[in-house]
């Protein structure tokens, strides 16, 4: 296909989860930005179910000429892989072409404040004291903030109980009740908790501080190695014409730019990322690595 006759319809941006979540609101501020220079609509279309794996398989399906994106998390796009592992659809490297990571967002852990722990490491010597007792919440099985705590078990030879949940609503419900001990999950989940005392935050999960708050230590200063970031990321059907992949490239990285998509991603706790197609590609690479070995050592299954 020549690279004029791109896009010839209206594309359509596939995401795996319910409108009003980060990852919605960031593809309807980027669509209307990508539609006005590829000169056709943009459309954001939820198929929600499964931590995004029936629209990864959906999108798998359809024609390889770049009209539909699948826009995916961490579970979505390396988490799946997996623990779905030889389901149609689902093989990252000869399913998809990637398009563009688009942002970063690290986790943060909260506990109930009736918890004896004032810090990361104060919480791990408690789990030690008390194996088997420590509970954790989670927005659900095999998702990351799932993934998180089992990681957390691993690398401080700790045992906590994993509690899932129908989504984070509910974890945090049952977290500020003290029905669970701690949670790891989203700052926009658990800041307005964290600010009305509700919860006490003991560490973030990226690489470094987060700007929105700044007082609380990164988990890898007490846990060398401990680091958790959600990611958002596009990619399309494989065998799409390169010239088409680089045009979509092109547009995502456009949409990035524009200060109004920047500051809302900002107040969502996002860090816009971007980058080349091949730096995404190792990336998931090493992700669905990663997260394998956690999902193979603590034995996770799904139905």
Same mark, same amino acid.
């Given at each position: 296909?020549?690279?004029?006759?791109?896009?010839?319809?209206?594309?359509?941006?596939?995401?795996?989860?319910?409108?009003?979540?980060?990852?919605?609101?960031?593809?309807?501020?980027?669509?209307?930005?990508?539609?006005?220079?590829?000169?056709?609509?943009?459309?954001?279309?939820?198929?929600?179910?499964?931590?995004?794996?029936?629209?990864?398989?959906?999108?798998?399906?359809?024609?390889?000429?770049?009209?539909?994106?699948?826009?995916?998390?961490?579970?979505?796009?390396?988490?799946?892989?997996?623990?779905?592992?030889?389901?149609?659809?689902?093989?990252?490297?000869?399913?998809?072409?990637?398009?563009?990571?688009?942002?970063? &967002? *690290?986790?943060?852990? !909260? =506990? #109930?404040?009736?918890?004896?722990?004032?810090?990361? /490491?104060?919480?791990? @010597?408690?789990?030690?004291?008390?194996?088997?007792?420590?509970?954790?919440?989670?927005?659900?099985?095999?998702?990351?903030?799932?993934?998180?705590?089992?990681?957390?078990?691993?690398?401080?030879?700790?045992?906590?109980?994993?509690?899932?949940?129908?989504?984070?609503?509910?974890?945090?419900?049952?977290?500020?009740?003290?029905?669970?001990?701690?949670?790891?999950?989203?700052?926009?989940?658990?800041?307005?908790?964290?600010?009305?005392?509700?919860?006490?935050?003991?560490?973030?999960?990226?690489?470094?501080?987060?700007?929105?708050?700044?007082?609380?230590?990164?988990?890898?200063?007490? &846990? *060398?190695?401990?680091? !958790? =970031? #959600?990611?958002?990321?596009?990619?399309?059907?494989? /065998?799409?014409?390169? @010239?088409?992949?680089?045009?979509?490239?092109?547009?995502?990285?456009?949409?990035?730019?524009?200060?109004?998509?920047?500051?809302?991603?900002?107040?969502?706790?996002?860090?816009?990322?971007?980058?080349?197609?091949?730096?995404?590609?190792?990336?998931?690479?090493?992700?669905?690595?990663?997260?394998?070995?956690?999902?193979?050592?603590?034995?996770?299954?799904?139905?």
């Amino acid at each position: 296909m020549a690279q004029g006759a791109f896009p010839s319809r209206p594309l359509r941006i596939v995401i795996g989860f319910p409108p009003g979540g980060g990852i919605d609101i960031l593809a309807r501020l980027m669509a209307p930005k990508m539609a006005e220079r590829l000169g056709q609509p943009v459309i954001v279309e939820n198929r929600p179910g499964a931590n995004g794996l029936i629209a990864t398989q959906g999108v798998a399906q359809t024609e390889p000429d770049g009209h539909t994106i699948l826009f995916g998390t961490t579970g979505t796009l390396a988490v799946n892989p997996a623990i779905y592992a030889g389901r149609p659809g689902l093989d990252m490297e000869r399913d998809f072409a990637p398009l563009s990571l688009v942002a970063s &967002l *690290p986790f943060v852990l !909260v =506990v #109930n404040p009736s918890v004896p722990a004032k810090s990361l /490491g104060e919480l791990i @010597a408690l789990a030690k004291a008390r194996p088997g007792e420590l509970l954790f919440g989670s927005s659900g099985n095999g998702g990351l903030p799932h993934l998180s705590g089992e990681l957390l078990n691993m690398q401080a030879g700790i045992a906590t109980r994993h509690v899932p949940y129908r989504g984070s609503a509910p974890a945090f419900t049952d977290l500020i009740s003290g029905q669970v001990q701690f949670v790891f999950d989203a700052l926009a989940i658990a800041q307005p908790h964290i600010e009305a005392g509700k919860l006490r935050a003991l560490a973030t999960t990226g690489p470094q501080r987060m700007a929105a708050l700044p007082d609380v230590p990164v988990a890898k200063d007490t &846990l *060398p190695g401990f680091e !958790v =970031v #959600n990611w958002y990321g596009m990619v399309v059907r494989a /065998g799409t014409p390169a @010239a088409i992949v680089s045009r979509l490239h092109q547009e995502v990285a456009s949409a990035l730019r524009q200060p109004d998509v920047a500051e809302r991603a900002a107040s969502l706790g996002l860090d816009l990322v971007g980058g080349t197609p091949e730096r995404f590609a190792a990336l998931q690479r090493e992700e669905i690595a990663k997260w394998g070995g956690v999902i193979r050592t603590a034995k996770i299954q799904v139905d």
